[in-house]
DNA sequence: CCTTTCTGTAAGCAGGATCGTTACAGATCT
DNA sequence: AGATCTGTAACGATCCTGCTTACAGAAAGG
């Protein structure tokens, strides 16, 4: 029982794009730091798109870009673009059989089931990609300059993503 | 985003060996209720006897049963018996990758994916099997003798599992 | 002791999902 | 027109499930 890399994959993309919201990043720039081939990017983030959470544009200087603001993303956001179905699933063989225990057990757990899987996705609902690159950036060496004197957010505006790395912009 | 079917065919053949515990059941009877092949029902009740909720006896007269009342099995145990891992993976492609955002999404994430996990978990630890085959004989037409002044658990302690259907015992 | 009746597993097959890859149509800018 | 992207189809490899057959071993009863 485990959900599929899509979720990850996902956030790791919107992530790059948080902190780099300057100018549209492109697929094969997305898939190097991934670690997979641009069209599997190109494909969840067709999903964000459909989703709403990513624009899209053609052509040179075209690329991918957050449709909003990354604190008005949360995880359920993605994780609702990416996965599908429910948590726990009832269909088992047949569900037509005689006896009661079989018509009537997935009756019995369809409330258990569902309240299993809302408190699963309050958690996500409560977490933005915000606060996923907030604390990437924080995690990462260069929230040292933070003892400089840097706030968190300057960081954020002045951080770009170049060539798969994370790196300080020349200002 | 979906767990295998294991966990609901755990749950029928438990309610079936608790709303039957008199004798114990064979797994070709089971495999009868829940629809499936005989194996199918072993390998499950393998990895449930594995974790301690049943016991199971080979030869004539031989078959499964609980190793403890219903209301000493959480849904969570069951859970915990049939399921493996964790409800989100990080691993896709290869963690190694040169930009901080591959090194530190994963670290920024387990928290709040232990978060989540946690969630579901509580709810299936509030739930016990005795819950879900209460509400069996409950949701059955065989509860309306409710009215007729018999309480639910004496409706427990003289129903019976026969040939693939609940049945009152002829007592 | 031998037969019957079970569990316990291994092995092979089919189906579906996922991921990687190649290929190409279409959009967009210069 | 040509270069540079996205969007998507198609195919193969792999893995997980579940179904089935087959058989070894345990337990009970003659």
């Given at each position: ?17 948080a902190l ?50 990354s ?62 690159t ?38």
């Amino acid at each position: 029982m485990n959900t599929s890399s899509r979720f990850v994959v996902a956030i790791h993309v919107l992530a790059a794009m948080a902190l780099d919201s300057d100018k549209p990043l492109k697929s094969e720039r997305l898939s190097r730091s991934v670690n997979t081939n641009a069209v599997v990017i190109r494909r969840i983030l067709g999903l964000l798109r459909a989703a709403g959470l990513v624009v899209s544009q053609a052509g040179p200087d075209g690329g991918f870009r957050l449709a909003r603001e990354s604190r008005a993303i949360s995880l359920l956001d993605i994780y609702q673009a990416v996965e599908e179905g429910e948590l726990f699933h009832m269909h088992y063989s047949e569900p037509s059989c005689d006896c009661p225990i079989g018509a009537y057990v997935q009756d019995s757990l369809g409330q258990v089931f569902k309240d299993a899987d809302t408190a699963m996705k309050k958690v996500l609902r409560g977490q933005t990609l915000a606060t996923v690159t907030r604390e990437i950036l924080q995690r990462s060496g260069i929230s040292e300059k933070l003892d400089e004197g840097w706030t968190i957010d300057e960081l954020h505006r002045h951080f770009s993503f170049e060539s798969g790395r994370l790196v300080l912009k020349k200002t």
